[in-house]
């Protein structure tokens, strides 16, 4: 059993009505990178391994066994849970395949984990990496959890889930219609698609993208990498 089938049996019992998983990942809590350059076997022992389940309510750490040689083991030795509308900020730090992530809490201390973006264990590893840390920093996940948002309203998509055009109901001539309307509602606020601009998802950067589309105030853009985010008129601007 992969690590991928592993964790979906745990999840079964875990799950709460309604949960949507968003990400999953392999990671570990260990010392600093400079404990694990010179004091191997004292950073190995002191190493506890997890899995990562970020969902539209929680951040759930399934604390498993990581043996020396023989990589993630399947088990399932406790389980964590943060409520996602504490969270305030996520870090990320660290170097080539061992990087850090640091969950920033309201009600409790932060949390640092580290991450090999390019293991396999867990095939969501990466597109945690890469996505969890702006869907943290934007608020968006914290707009999922107080259903604001729906689950695959904003953000990602899950992992080999290609974007979809939704369906419309109503007959084919009445679709240009329909279609106008998203556009002039770009207009209106001085972005259209198309548009070049430059996104702010709240960690203090601002970043290049590109306008695909528009729904209920809300834009789609594209970033450099090809990844497809939602973000508010108030955090894009002119590029």
């Not at 999840?11 to 990671?27: C, D, F, K, N, R």
């Not at 539209?56 to 023989?70: P, Q, S």
């Not at 914290?142 to 953000?155: R, S, V």
């Not at 290049?208 to 090809?226: D, E, L």
């Amino acid at each position: 059993m992969t690590g991928d089938e592993y964790l979906q049996t745990q999840l079964q019992s875990i799950l709460q009505p309604g949960e949507q998983v968003l990400h999953t990942a392999y990671m570990r809590r260990q010392p600093g990178l400079l404990v694990q350059m010179f004091f191997f076997l004292i950073a190995f022992l002191m190493t506890k391994a997890y899995f990562a389940v970020l969902t539209n309510r929680r951040l759930i750490f399934i604390r498993t066994k990581m043996g020396a040689w023989t990589g993630v083991q399947n088990k399932n030795l406790g389980v964590e849970q943060y409520d996602v509308r504490a969270l305030t900020k996520c870090d990320v730090g660290g170097i080539a395949n061992n990087k850090s992530m640091t969950f920033h809490f309201s009600n409790g201390p932060a949390q640092t984990l580290r991450i090999s973006p390019w293991f396999k264990s867990v095939k969501g590893t990466g597109a945690f990496h890469d996505q969890v840390p702006a869907l943290i920093n934007s608020g968006q996940l914290q707009q999922m959890a107080t259903g604001q948002l729906p689950p695959g309203g904003m953000g990602q998509l899950p992992p080999g889930q290609p974007m979809q055009q939704p369906q419309m109901a109503q007959p084919q001539m009445a679709q240009p219609q329909m279609q106008q309307q998203p556009q002039m509602q770009a207009q209106a606020q001085g972005f259209q698609v198309g548009m070049q601009v430059m996104v702010a998802p709240g960690d203090g950067q601002r970043y290049p993208a590109t306008i695909v589309q528009v729904g209920q105030g809300q834009y789609q853009v594209t970033m450099p990498n090809g990844q497809p985010y939602w973000f508010n008129a108030q955090q894009i601007s002119v590029g």
